[in-house]
């Protein structure tokens, strides 16, 4: 555990570059493949140390988002060439407390890097504070920026450790709108937090960052969370994980004397709706499903749990084509022994549910912590009457409803949380049924797929890592894409004020951006001045 540039890793909390040893009984990393625990003993962040980051990032968030563009672009940059120069160590770190594959492991940290780049770009573009001005000329002289709300509570995710992580999306979106962030890392792989913690301790050093702009909190226990949500300094939160535990977060930040809001992405089976024109060659649709619901055992966010197939032969040949498939793959270790257990549950109530038949199983995989894939299929009947199968089974497990009619497909579609992602598969030729589909996908998920499969979210300036709830507690958001940015600020107007005062993007009369109530007539709405 000694990635290239730095001494050891210590188990240690990093609050604004200086590292603190938590208090209560010592834990430790634990191998995903074998159990058992490995590293450092690593003690979770006092009340105090929670408090004590809260304070440091919110004693340099004026002076961070203050910086002008290009220095804070200049970071976000540098924690890329950081965590870069983290090299192979940094995977196999990650592969033995994570158990994904290191291969794996290097797409993500590509991923994470091009990330930080992407929202660094956003920064030099001028697009964060996405100036607005309506003149003078045309009545009361208005200008908006969008500024800062403040430091941010980030928690990583357990089955994205890099990229959902200490240096993930949430991260790097805060960062990129001027906000300070305080992580608390994934007790799953506490390594690989701290690793990367110290990679972007040292971009910031490197790029003369006020030292408050970040700080890691090592946590265990529930409280450490519940604490750092509860600060009063923190103005938002950015989280990834189990319903459970974001609804938690969520009720803490609504209790606060003054609440914040809780950007938290939950859980979601990602509906895919076959029509009849797919089932054409259904063979190859179906090894297409298998591949989407196994990959990386299943551990996506956006894996396809519920597949809704029509029901007759052409139904019946793709089923069978897919329990071929199924059978034919082999289980791979979990990111963890508990998650491990929460997939053995799930698959077993599923299989407990009169209606529910198992299709297909595949081998388990080498260890104690690698369970086979699993495929069950049920008339839509029996989806409709049971609630026990309406809830996400993480992992490699697909549950296939037949339906019939597109009455009867209208109905289980209306029934359906919401959802990160939905996917059609058809023809041109299901194009009218396609059409009647599309408004309720459209209420029901952040993203909706024509073809191929949901476990693949490009960062991009168009993408929605988003949904209605329970996917995610704010459905107007996303935290994939430069959208994500935007979760972080908050619109200011500055009306009549001389240009001397104006901030350096408001004193130009053309910004890049200007409000489109520049070239077209303003209704004025004017109201009673008090007396």
């Known amino acids: 555990m000694k990635p290239p540039g730095?001494?050891?890793?210590?188990?240690?909390?990093?609050?604004?570059?200086?590292?603190?040893?938590?208090?209560?009984?010592?834990?430790?990393?634990?191998?995903?493949?074998?159990?058992?625990?490995?590293?450092?003993a690593l003690h979770d962040a006092s009340a105090e140390q929670v408090a004590e980051a809260g304070r440091l990032a919110a004693a340099d968030a004026r002076a961070f988002r203050a910086l002008p563009p290009d220095r804070r672009a200049a970071f976000l940059d540098a924690c890329a060439e950081e965590i870069e120069a983290l090299g192979e160590s940094l995977l196999e770190l990650t592969a033995r407390e994570t158990g994904l594959a290191p291969t794996r492991l290097a797409g993500e940290r590509a991923r994470t890097c091009g990330q930080l780049r992407l929202f660094a770009e956003l920064v030099r573009d001028g697009a964060v504070s996405r100036a607005r001005t309506d003149p003078a000329a045309r009545g009361t002289d208005l200008r908006l920026r969008r500024i800062p709300l403040g430091p941010v509570a980030v928690f990583g995710a357990g089955n994205f450790p890099l990229a959902f992580s200490v240096a993930g999306g949430d991260t790097a979106s805060a960062l990129a709108a001027g906000c300070p962030v305080v992580v608390k890392s994934?007790?799953?792989?506490?390594?690989?937090?701290?690793?990367?913690?110290?990679?972007?301790?040292?971009?910031?050093?490197?790029?003369?960052?006020?030292?408050?702009?970040?700080?890691?909190?090592?946590?265990?226990?529930?409280?450490?969370?519940?604490?750092?949500?509860?600060?009063?300094?923190?103005?938002?939160?950015?989280?990834?994980g189990s319903r459970a535990g974001g609804l938690a977060l969520l009720a803490a930040a609504r209790a606060r004397p003054v609440p914040v809001p809780v950007h938290a992405e939950l859980s979601a089976v990602n509906p895919v709706i076959v029509l009849d024109g797919a089932l054409a060659d259904p063979e190859r649709a179906a090894e297409g499903y298998a591949a989407s619901l196994t990959l990386g055992a299943g551990q996506f966010c956006t894996n396809p749990g519920l597949l809704l197939l029509p029901a007759g032969p052409a139904g019946d040949a793709f089923l069978t084509s897919a329990?071929?498939?199924?059978?034919?793959?082999?289980?791979?270790?979990?990111?963890?022994?508990?998650?491990?257990?929460?997939?053995?549950?799930?698959?077993?109530?599923?299989?407990?549910?009169?209606?529910?038949?198992?299709?297909?199983?595949?081998?388990?995989?080498?260890?104690?912590?690698?369970?086979?894939?699993?495929?069950?299929?049920?008339?839509?009947?029996?989806?409709?009457?049971?609630?026990?199968?309406?809830?996400?089974?993480?992992?490699?497990?697909g549950l296939v409803v037949r339906w019939a009619g597109t009455r009867q497909l209208l109905s289980l579609l209306e029934d359906l949380e919401g959802q990160l992602t939905a996917t059609v598969h058809g023809t041109e030729a299901d194009g009218a049924t396609a059409a009647r589909l599309l408004p309720v996908l459209e209420?029901?998920?952040?993203?909706?797929?024509?073809?191929?499969?949901?476990?693949?979210?490009?960062?991009?300036?168009?993408?929605?890592?988003?949904?209605p709830w329970p996917a995610t507690t704010s459905p107007g958001t996303t935290s994939v894409g430069t959208l994500a940015v935007e979760r972080w600020l908050r619109p200011v107007c500055y009306q009549s004020f001389p240009g001397t005062l104006l901030p350096p993007e408001l004193r130009d009369a053309d910004p890049p951006e200007a409000d489109a109530a520049r070239t077209t007539p303003r209704a004025r709405c004017e109201y009673p001045r008090p007396t």
């Open 6 to 40: 730095h001494p050891h890793l210590n188990g240690h909390s990093l609050l604004a570059g200086r590292e603190v040893t938590g208090t209560g009984e010592a834990w430790y990393a634990v191998a995903a493949a074998s159990g058992k625990p490995f590293g450092p």
């Open 323 to 397: 329990a071929r498939a199924v059978r034919s793959t082999r289980g791979q270790v979990m990111l963890t022994p508990g998650v491990c257990r929460a997939y053995t549950e799930g698959v077993r109530r599923w299989a407990a549910v009169d209606g529910v038949r198992e299709v297909a199983r595949g081998a388990p995989g080498q260890g104690r912590y690698a369970p086979a894939p699993a495929l069950f299929s049920c008339e839509a009947a029996v989806y409709t009457a049971q609630r026990d199968l309406r809830g996400e089974v993480f992992g490699a497990a």
């Open 443 to 467: 209420e029901r998920a952040g993203r909706v797929l024509w073809g191929g499969w949901p476990t693949g979210v490009e960062v991009s300036r168009a993408m929605v890592h988003g949904g």
């Open 186 to 240: 994934h007790p799953a792989h506490p390594g690989t937090g701290e690793a990367v913690a110290r990679a972007l301790t040292a971009a910031a050093q490197r790029t003369g960052m006020p030292p408050g702009v970040f700080s890691l909190l090592v946590g265990r226990a529930h409280r450490v969370g519940l604490a750092l949500v509860r600060d009063p300094r923190i103005a938002a939160v950015g989280f990834t």
